[in-house]
């Protein structure tokens, strides 16, 4: 079974959703312990605009992802297509207008696409003992990952995302910004990472 595969979307593609990406894969391979975290979760991103196609990391987030014990290493930014969140078991997007841009590309991936900071604020409501057992292995925390995607789908219901759900865009801003919005990326990446694995 391929690892369960979480899409990380913003604009560009090389501030937010690579931070995103590489503190999820960092959280994650941190609790696998002996694991192979990258056996268990596959951390990608892409962006809505494709203007930097085939950049590195914008120079300040690629600091703090490597500040927060995270590697920049090997990215190189893509542009959002639909075979990208067809792949997708979980699609989390930095701003609702990417979140629309998703649904729109792909109606079917609705139930599956959250804004990151949505996605986070209805996390804390899951059930831990309604989930599938937890296991350092690709088929447990694939079932485990599925289950968390439906189980926050239905606390969403049909509420729509909040104005502070979205990430701001640090690009060309301070590094206060770029921290702050990393720390708004572990809000949501590291509960994510210890419910996949407890």
């Given at each position: 079974?391929?690892p369960?595969?979480?899409?990380?979307?913003?604009?560009?593609n090389i501030c937010r959703?690579?931070?995103?990406e590489?503190?999820?894969?960092?959280a994650?391979?941190?609790?696998?312990?002996?694991?192979?975290?990258?056996?268990l979760?596959?951390?990608?991103?892409a962006?809505?605009?494709?203007?930097?196609?085939?950049?590195?990391?914008?120079?300040?987030a690629?600091r703090?992802?490597?500040?927060?014990?995270?590697?920049?290493?090997?990215?190189?930014?893509?542009?959002?297509?639909?075979?990208?969140?067809?792949e997708a078991?979980?699609?989390?997007?930095?701003?609702?207008?990417?979140?629309?841009?998703?649904?729109?590309?792909?109606?079917?991936?609705a139930?599956?696409?959250?804004?990151?900071g949505e996605f986070?604020?209805?996390?804390?409501?899951?059930d831990n003992?309604?989930?599938?057992?937890?296991?350092?292995?690709?088929?447990?925390?694939?079932s485990?990952?599925?289950?968390?995607?439906?189980?926050?789908?239905r606390?969403r219901g049909?509420?729509?995302?909040?104005?502070?759900?979205?990430?701001?865009?640090?690009w060309?801003?301070?590094?206060?910004t770029?921290?702050?919005?990393?720390?708004?990326?572990?809000?949501?990446t590291?509960?994510?990472?210890?419910?996949l694995?407890?």
């Open positions: 079974m391929a369960f595969t979480v899409l990380h979307v913003c604009m560009g959703s690579p931070m995103a590489r503190l999820l894969a960092r994650v391979r941190e609790r696998a312990g002996d694991a192979d975290g990258a056996q979760l596959r951390s990608v991103s962006g809505t605009g494709g203007w930097h196609e085939g950049e590195e990391m914008n120079p300040p690629a703090l992802v490597r500040a927060r014990r995270g590697s920049d290493e090997g990215f190189l930014a893509r542009k959002l297509r639909g075979d990208f969140i067809d078991d979980l699609i989390l997007t930095a701003t609702a207008d990417q979140y629309d841009y998703v649904v729109a590309l792909r109606p079917d991936a139930a599956r696409t959250f804004v990151l986070g604020r209805l996390l804390g409501a899951v003992a309604a989930l599938p057992p937890a296991e350092p292995k690709p088929e447990a925390v694939h485990r990952g599925a289950a968390i995607v439906e189980a926050v789908a606390l049909t509420e729509v995302p909040q104005p502070a759900d979205d990430l701001d865009d640090p060309g801003r301070g590094d206060q770029f921290q702050r919005v990393a720390d708004e990326i572990e809000d949501t590291m509960p994510l990472a210890a419910l694995l407890p």
